[in-house]
């Protein structure tokens, strides 16, 4: 039987467009044409025409506080890209607090925009950066972590993206945050987790024995590489060579994030021939 490839990332971005083309038309299909949208200003753009479409259609209005009530399984992190640092941004109450702010009342279709938002395709959603009570101070893991420059700098660099926003003069500085694609930082969203394992909530739970056993699934939707590329004397055409330096860097680091991932569990927990036939 003929197998049929299904290019899923065509199918979703076809899905985005006609979502950002419906949204356009959904607000303003009875104004006149005289009489532009209020809502096109200098800070409100295509973003967020797609977010109140998502907001209307899809998620019902939903804050993160529907989420935070419904209190089940499973917890929910949408990650985004900050294009000042070109560091991830989780939609997570922690990171929230480092803006000075509660994610409960925020939308989840802006969070869902800002993880959709595809350069180029979509402008950026953008966020406040809130003045911080009088007393905060960033938890003791970053406080630690901003002092382990020479000796870890994956967890000082992690601590001091939160830092810039929550320190005094943060909100000084940052007054605001641009998000794009999460994609851009983490394609495949499993760093969020794989912070949990190494130093987070996952490790305190299986080290104090609340977690027996720890699952995780990947799943990696990348399109199947151009198999003609180098089966012509000519070089590839400018398509081709735009897809090429658009998904090349996203491939290499989602390649070593599920490497990375796989090397510290082993670390963590060698396989030896008894647990391998625990595991059958």
Not at 100 to 107: A, C, E, K, L, Q
Not at 156 to 163: D, F, L, T
Not at 218 to 225: A, E, G, I, L, M
């Amino acid at each position: 039987m003929k197998r049929f490839k299904i290019k899923w990332k065509r199918i979703l971005t076809l899905t985005l467009v006609g979502f950002t083309v419906a949204a356009c038309a959904h607000y303003s299909k009875n104004l006149p044409f005289e009489d532009p949208p209020s809502a096109i200003t200098y800070d409100f753009s295509r973003i967020d025409l797609a977010a109140e479409l998502y907001d209307e259609t899809v998620f019902e209005s939903a804050s993160f506080d529907v989420l935070a009530q419904k209190a089940t399984r499973p917890f929910l992190i949408i990650n985004a890209t900050n294009l000042y640092q070109g560091a991830r941004f989780e939609f997570t109450d922690p990171q929230f607090r480092y803006l000075g702010s509660d994610i409960g009342s925020y939308p989840v279709a802006r969070a869902v925009a800002a993880s959709s938002a595809f350069p180029f395709l979509l402008s950026p959603i953008s966020i406040v950066n809130y003045a911080k009570p009088q007393g905060y101070e960033i938890p003791e893991a970053d406080q630690d972590a901003l002092e382990d420059y020479g000796i870890n700098k994956r967890s000082y660099y992690a601590s001091y993206n939160n830092y810039i926003y929550a320190e005094p003069d943060g909100q000084t500085n940052h007054p605001y945050l641009h998000l794009m694609d999460g994609g851009l930082a983490d394609n495949i969203g499993l760093r969020a987790i794989y912070d949990l394992y190494v130093r987070g909530d996952i490790r305190r739970k299986i080290n104090s024995g609340e977690f027996k056993r720890f699952l995780a699934i990947v799943v990696n939707s990348k399109t199947d590489n151009p198999a003609d590329i180098d089966e012509e004397e000519s070089p590839p055409g400018l398509m081709t060579v735009g897809y090429k330096t658009a998904t090349l860097s996203l491939d290499n680091y989602t390649f070593e994030t599920i490497e990375m991932f796989k090397f510290t569990n082993y670390q963590q927990y060698p396989i030896t021939k008894k647990n391998e036939m625990e595991a059958h």
